[in-house]
């Protein structure tokens, strides 16, 4: 069974910085590219970053360029999402996310076949 198991989220200041982790187990984890998306209340599901199996990374949402780096560790089966310097416009639930195409990376949520619980980011200024 698949699962993927996000966390290290949390409550911080504006200008604060957390790492979020991705716990993966039941695959075979270098078969798979692993995206970030987060949603922020009434908004839809945002892809903020991807990270191939090879470890080629993208960031997708323009403000978190420069502050957020994508991360994994395929002997650890863990991927990881740095955030530096966040706002609160950051304040979204946090989630982690699986593409069986392992060297492609998207930021279109429908193209990911699983998905982690989420973990909720919070950022007060």
């Known amino acids: 069974e698949v699962q993927l198991v996000e966390s290290g989220g949390g409550s911080v200041q504006a200008g604060g910085s957390l790492r979020l982790s991705c716990a993966a187990s039941?695959?075979?984890?270098?078969?798979?590219?692993i995206g970030w998306f987060r949603q922020a209340p009434g908004k839809g599901r945002e892809g903020v970053s991807c990270?191939?199996?090879?470890?080629?990374?993208?960031i997708f949402t323009d403000s978190a360029k420069g502050r957020f780096t994508a991360s994994r560790d395929n002997a650890k089966h863990m991927a990881y999402l740095e955030m530096n310097n966040l706002t609160p416009e950051d304040t979204a639930v946090y989630y982690c996310?699986?593409?069986?195409?392992?060297?492609?990376?998207?930021?279109?949520?429908?193209?990911?076949?699983?998905w982690g619980q989420g973990t909720q980011v919070t950022v007060s200024s």
């Open positions: 039941g695959f075979v984890f270098t078969d798979y590219s």
């Open positions: 996310a699986l593409d069986r195409r392992p060297y492609y990376c998207s930021n279109y949520d429908a193209e990911y076949d699983y």
């Open positions: 990270i191939s199996s090879a470890g080629g990374s993208s």
